[in-house]
Every structure is written in C-alpha cells, then in structure tokens.
C-alpha cells in the first residue's frame, strides 16, 4: 500500500472516533484537535494494528502527535513488517 | 487506583505573576475546590481518629462501618499476629535502617518469605516494601529496552509504572478481551523477548480475568506471564492462593506479585516464583536493592498472618457470603453495580457522575459508613464509582446494616 492508499484507510478508520466532524489535515493532532482520551486512543489504535497486522506500541504512540506523523509511521511499520 | 491524592492548599496567586511547574495541576485544582465549595465533606481528607476493629473506627467524630479497605479477611486486629508484631519489636528493634542486601536482612525477612513459599508451594519468594515496589521492581528489571510487555489496559498504576522505568515496548490490550490480547502476541517478533501482566482481580470493578486462557495463549507465543493477585490473596482459590490457583494455570505463571498490604492486614510486597534463575533479582533489581527493608514487627505480623490465612477456608466461604449478599441487595434496592455476578470481595456501584458521586460518599458517610470514591482518570471507561470491598469480619447483621444506610443515603440523594 502506498502513502495515498494508507491515508484513505485510516481516514475511514478515523471517521467514527470523530465525533465533532473536525476536518482532518496532516497537522491535526489527536490530543488537542481530535480530543481523543487514553481510551478513544486504545480503541483507535486498535482498529488501525488489526487493519494493517502491525504493533504501534505506546512507545512508538508517544511520539505521533499529528495525523501526518500517524500515516508516516503505519507506513513504516507497515514496510518493515 | 490513586485513591489517596491529598492537594496542599494552593498558593494565593499574585496579580501578574508567571506560570511555574505547579501550573499543569490547575485543572485538578480547580476540579476540587469546585467539589469542596458546595459544602462537601472532603472524600481524599478522611482522618480515622480511632479503630476500633477491621469493621469499625471512628470518623469525623462518628462510629462508621468500614467499608472500603481491603481488609478482606480482616487480620489487623487478630491477636496472634499483633502479638507476634509486639515481641519482634521487643526483640529487634523499631527499624532495620538498611537495605536488604547491606544490613537490612534480619532473622524476620527469612522467616517471612519461607511463609510465602510455603502458602504458595514455590520455590523462591522475595519481599519489598510494597506492593508497589514488587510491580515497579520486577516488571523494570525483567522486561527491558527492546522487549516487550502485553497488559490488559486497566491495569494498576505500579504495572504501568514499571512498564515505563523498564523502557520496554509497551503493548496494551483492551480489557479481559483475549482474542485483542492474542492478535498482539502474535504480531511481535519471534526473537523479542515477551512477558504478558495481567491481575487476578480488577481493582476498579471487582472482576475476574479469564487467566485459564490468557495464561495458555501467552505460553503459546513464548511469553512469559506475571499475575498480580494483590486482590485475590487469602480469599480466591482452595488454598487463598488467587485466581491463578482456581483457574488451575498457577503452574503455567512465572511470577506472582502480591502484597501485604491487604488480606495480610499489614504493608510490604512480594514477589514469588519457580524460575530457577530467581535470586539473581536481590541484586539487579532497583526498587529492592536502593530502599530500606521493613521493619523487624512488620514481617512479622506478615509471617503470622500469612500463615493462618493457609487454613482460613471457613473465613473465606464467610467472605463469600458476605460479597453475595451485598451484590443481591444493592441490586435490588436498585444500584447499578461493576459486574453482573459478584466475582470477588469487591463490589463497585456506578454512580451517574461525579458530582452525584461525591454527594453519594458524603451521604454514606454522615450516616456512618465509608467506602472508597473512585474517580477519573483512575477509573476504567471515566466512571465514578463508590467502591465496597468487604472483610471476613463483617457479620451478617452488619451487612444488612450496610445496606439501611446505602438505601437512606442514596433516597437523601436522589440516586434511587
């Protein structure tokens, strides 16, 4: 799957944890924009893991803070898996 | 989880001055003095100014029924074990003043961790200071950078805690769900090295994890397992060994943490295992190594109690009773309760918010009974709970008492 491809999919995965219909842009953040909390994030992460059969371990969700950063890791992750 | 954060009084801010490092509990604060300015009794502040048994103290001046502090089976006051604390006390002094790998190994310490071999038929037990220390401790020190670590996401503080100072990988997984704990073993690499924590009991809502197949999933992927049974000791298990034990999969755990600082009725941690490589963990592990050890009287009302709860099956079949009776009758007066069946000594009643949360405790308390008010973040799914964990020590009359005040306090409040 390609970065294009990549995107569309979490995009569509994302659309039921966006209860306020926020635009989603590579800078929108999930804290601040998004206002997911630690539970939103789980079962977010979870939909995402199990899409793309890869681990994003908390460690690894500490540093996405943005949406970009999100389609760039699953990308990577994705390659090396 | 965090149930007793007590905030000093906040600094009168000046006019113009800067943010410091204290700004980012602004929000806490403000959320408490909302609480504390409609006249709330303090639900963090509580002081017992005198205990008069496992079940009663007095309160703010009142006799109140405990309700509310994991004393399951209710050792704090059983002769035996406050005798056994007096004579250690006698005869080896009020404190160690030492690690246990310097100076802070007495007579005591030994005789307490061969009572945990023994209650636990393993070969190796190893007791911190507390229960804390055993999760932070052991977890930190075994699962390192570049391991990984599968939780079940409600997990305690002090499992987190560990997670983070061991600079692992950190997994979670949604709880007591073992298909999405599974779908995440199975994507770790091979070679990585694994270790799966779960609890035997759930603090927040009193329940069960299904550890007859997490435990065979976790040994399926090479994992290896660790269960907290800090809330299952003494009670859960035909010898009070923990869930472990009666779901059969105690042979199958690696490691198990408990603590003392429940159904043992005293503080301290432990750790307790068959690896064979298990002593070398006195040395590397942090958390046991860089603090003083208990104190001589302290293990030694560990060691008595530890060894009587081997033969307190008539308390625990008491305890029983006493966890079914409060479920069914909360449940018909009209609560909504943390599970469908009562599965432990705990059992949690879902308030509707916060606020309704804090007046409930309140109420409690002013007609004589304390409980815990658990509240977010600590709490799973942001609930607010009032949190019932029953003793062995409660008598039937007692409980049905329990139940006159729940339902006084919660018409006073408009809860039912």
Same mark, same amino acid.
């Given at each position: 799957?390609?970065?294009?491809?990549?995107?569309?999919?979490?995009?569509?995965?994302?659309?039921?944890?966006?209860?306020?219909?926020?635009?989603?842009?590579?800078?929108?953040?999930?804290?601040?924009?998004?206002?997911?909390?630690?539970?939103?994030?789980?079962?977010?992460?979870?939909?995402?893991?199990?899409?793309?059969?890869?681990?994003?371990?908390?460690?690894?969700?500490?540093?996405?803070?943005?949406?970009?950063?999100?389609?760039?890791?699953?990308?990577?992750?994705?390659?090396?898996? | 989880?965090?149930?007793?954060?007590?905030?000093?009084?906040?600094?009168?801010?000046?006019?113009?001055?800067?943010?410091?490092?204290?700004?980012?509990?602004?929000?806490?604060?403000?959320?408490?003095?909302?609480?504390?300015?409609?006249?709330?009794?303090?639900?963090?502040?509580?002081?017992?100014?005198?205990?008069?048994?496992?079940?009663?103290?007095?309160?703010?001046?009142?006799?109140?029924?405990?309700?509310?502090?994991?004393?399951?089976?209710?050792?704090?006051?059983?002769?035996? =074990?406050?005798?056994?604390?007096?004579?250690?006390?006698?005869?080896?002094?009020?404190?160690?003043?030492?690690?246990?790998?310097?100076?802070?190994?007495?007579?005591?310490?030994?005789?307490?961790?061969?009572?945990?071999?023994?209650?636990?038929?393993?070969?190796?037990?190893?007791?911190?200071?507390?229960?804390?220390?055993?999760?932070?401790?052991?977890?930190?020190?075994?699962?390192?950078?570049?391991?990984?670590? =599968?939780?079940?996401?409600?997990?305690?503080?002090?499992?987190?805690?560990?997670?983070?100072?061991?600079?692992?990988?950190?997994?979670?997984?949604?709880?007591?769900?073992?298909?999405?704990?599974?779908?995440?073993?199975?994507?770790?690499?091979?070679?990585?090295?694994?270790?799966?924590?779960?609890?035997?009991?759930?603090?927040?809502?009193?329940?069960?994890?299904?550890?007859?197949?997490?435990?065979?999933?976790?040994?399926?992927?090479?994992?290896?397992?660790?269960?907290?049974?800090?809330?299952?000791?003494?009670?859960?298990?035909?010898?009070?060994?923990?869930? =472990?034990?009666?779901?059969?999969?105690?042979?199958?755990?690696?490691?198990?943490?408990?603590?003392?600082?429940?159904?043992?009725?005293?503080?301290?941690?432990?750790?307790?295992?068959?690896?064979?490589?298990?002593?070398?963990?006195?040395?590397?592990?942090?958390?046991?190594?860089?603090?003083?050890?208990?104190?001589?009287?302290?293990?030694?009302?560990?060691?008595?109690?530890?060894?009587?709860?081997?033969?307190?099956?008539?308390?625990?079949?008491?305890?029983?009773?006493?966890?079914?009776?409060?479920?069914?009758?909360?449940?018909?007066?009209?609560?909504?309760?943390?599970?469908?069946?009562?599965?432990?000594?705990?059992?949690?009643?879902?308030?509707?918010?916060?606020?309704?949360?804090?007046?409930?405790?309140?109420?409690?308390?002013?007609?004589?009974?304390?409980?815990?008010?658990?509240?977010?973040?600590?709490?799973?799914?942001?609930?607010?709970?009032?949190?019932?964990?029953?003793?062995?020590?409660?008598?039937?009359?007692?409980?049905?008492?329990?139940?006159?005040?729940?339902?006084?306090?919660?018409?006073?409040?408009?809860?039912?």
């Amino acid at each position: 799957m390609d970065r294009a491809q990549v995107d569309a999919k979490i995009r569509e995965l994302a659309e039921p944890f966006n209860k306020k219909g926020v635009t989603i842009t590579e800078e929108t953040t999930f804290q601040n924009d998004l206002e997911f909390d630690s539970l939103t994030v789980m079962d977010f992460v979870a939909e995402i893991e199990d899409e793309f059969d890869i681990i994003i371990s908390m460690n690894q969700q500490a540093e996405i803070e943005n949406y970009g950063q999100l389609v760039d890791a699953v990308c990577k992750l994705q390659a090396d898996s | 989880m965090s149930e007793g954060i007590s905030q000093p009084d906040q600094p009168q801010e000046l006019e113009g001055e800067g943010k410091d490092l204290f700004s980012k509990f602004d929000d806490i604060i403000a959320l408490r003095e909302g609480l504390l300015s409609q006249g709330r009794e303090d639900p963090f502040n509580l002081v017992m100014e005198k205990v008069l048994s496992p079940t009663r103290a007095i309160c703010n001046g009142r006799e109140t029924i405990l309700l509310g502090t994991y004393n399951y089976m209710g050792m704090t006051f059983d002769p035996d =074990v406050v005798e056994a604390g007096k004579q250690a006390l006698a005869d080896f002094g009020s404190g160690t003043t030492g690690s246990r790998v310097l100076n802070g190994t007495y007579q005591g310490h030994k005789e307490c961790e061969q009572a945990l071999k023994d209650f636990y038929d393993m070969d190796h037990a190893m007791v911190f200071s507390t229960g804390y220390q055993a999760n932070l401790g052991i977890i930190s020190t075994i699962a390192g950078k570049g391991d990984y670590i =599968v939780l079940d996401i409600d997990s305690h503080a002090s499992i987190w805690d560990g997670c983070a100072m061991g600079q692992a990988e950190v997994v979670p997984f949604k709880h007591n769900d073992i298909e999405a704990m599974e779908k995440r073993l199975k994507r770790i690499p091979a070679d990585a090295g694994k270790l799966v924590v779960l609890e035997g009991v759930y603090s927040m809502l009193g329940d069960v994890a299904p550890l007859k197949e997490m435990v065979a999933i976790a040994k399926k992927y090479g994992a290896m397992v660790l269960v907290d049974e800090a809330h299952s000791m003494g009670f859960i298990g035909e010898n009070g060994r923990g869930v =472990v034990e009666d779901a059969g999969v105690i042979d199958d755990v690696d490691f198990i943490i408990g603590t003392f600082s429940k159904s043992v009725g005293t503080v301290g941690g432990f750790c307790v295992s068959n690896h064979p490589k298990f002593e070398i963990m006195r040395l590397v592990c942090r958390p046991y190594v860089f603090t003083a050890s208990l104190p001589p009287s302290v293990v030694a009302t560990a060691e008595t109690s530890i060894r009587k709860l081997m033969h307190g099956s008539n308390k625990r079949a008491h305890l029983w009773e006493n966890s079914k009776n409060l479920h069914k009758g909360l449940r018909e007066l009209g609560f909504k309760l943390g599970t469908e069946e009562p599965q432990s000594a705990i059992i949690a009643v879902v308030m509707p918010d916060l606020e309704q949360g804090a007046a409930m405790w309140e109420a409690l308390i002013r007609n004589g009974l304390y409980v815990n008010l658990a509240r977010p973040p600590a709490t799973p799914a942001n609930m607010t709970l009032l949190r019932c964990s029953l003793c062995a020590e409660h008598s039937e009359e007692e409980v049905g008492q329990i139940l006159e005040i729940f339902e006084k306090s919660g018409k006073e409040v408009g809860i039912i």
